[in-house]
C-alpha cells in the first residue's frame, strides 16, 4: 500500500480549517466529548481507511479502522470508530469523509474493471494511467492498488512509451529500428513501449523493436487481429489495449486477447458515499 504521509493530512486540515472551527466554538461544545463513526452507504472497495484514521489522530482524538484499505465492504458496513471532544471530530471528519469517499469511488470502480477482464482472461491485466487530477498521484495510486488495478505509466521518468507525437518529429530517413535501438541504448533497463492505432502501425512497431505495443482506441475485433498476428511471430511483443476501456467492455477486450487492459476511466468515478455518525460519549 502507498505510504500515508503526513505532511499531506496536515495540509488537508490546515486547507479545511486555518483557523478556529467557528460553529463548534460557538456553540461552546468544543470540549465535550462525543463519538463517532463511519459507515458505507453503498457496497465499495474501501480505501483511505487508515488515512482517516491518521487525520483524527493528527487532531488529537483516538479512531481506529474497522476495515482496512482493499477490503469489500457492503452497504451498511462500519468502516471507523472515532473518540474524541467535539473540536477534534468537527475539525476533521469532513475532510476524512471526503477523502474516503473520493479514493472508494476510484477503488471500486478500478476493481470492477479487474473482476470483468478476469472474468474472460484470468491472466489479464487492468494499468491505470497517470492521467489523474495533478498533485493526487500518492493517493490515485493506492487507490487503483486497492481495486487490484497496476500504475501503468507513474510519470515521463519512469517508463518508455513512443507515442505518434514522438514519432512525427524523428528524421523519416533513418529507420524506426534504428530510433528505437538508440532509444533501447538510453533507457537498458526499461522495456520499450510504442502505441499505435491500426494493426499495420501494431506490426510496424513490433518489427521495429517494440517490447510492448499499445494499441490505441480500437474494436475489440481489432485488437483479436493483432493478437493473432503477434501469436505467429517469434519474439511476441505484449499487447496493451487503451483508450475508453470500462467496466462495461473490460471483457471483450480481454477476450480479444489483450494482455494488458490501460485505463484512466476509475480517476473519473463516482464517490462512493460513506455516512458519519456523531453521539455524546
Known sequence: MTLIDDADLRR????????????????EISDAMARASFEARDD???????????????????AKPLAATGAFASAGTRLVEITGTAGQIHRTYKVAQTLMEVLSGFATAGRAIVDAARSASPQCRVACTR?????????????????????????????????DEHRVLLDNNVPLAEHFAKLKAHAPERRLAAEGATLDEALMLADAGAEIVQVDKMTPADVSQV???????????????AGGINAGNAAAYA????????????YYAPPRDVKVRISRA
Open 131 to 163: 492521467k489523474h487530477m495533478p498533485g493526487i498521484k500518492r493517493w490515485a495510486l493506492m487507490a487503483i492498488e486497492a481495486g487490484g488495478a497496476a500504475p501503468h505509466r507513474l510519470g515521463l521518468s519512469d517508463y518508455v512509451l513512443v507515442f
Open 12 to 27: 488537508f486540515l490546515e486547507d479545511d480549517c486555518p483557523f478556529s472551527d467557528v460553529t463548534t466554538a460557538g456553540l
Open 227 to 241: 493478437a493473432a498476428a503477434f501469436a505467429r511471430r517469434a519474439n511476441r511483443p505484449l499487447l496493451a489495449a
Open 44 to 62: 465499495m472497495i474501501v480505501c483511505g481507511s487508515e488515512a482517516a484514521v491518521r487525520l483524527f489522530q493528527l487532531a488529537g482524538a483516538q
Open 255 to 266: 477476450a480479444a486477447g489483450a494482455d494488458v487492459l490501460v485505463t484512466s476511466s476509475p
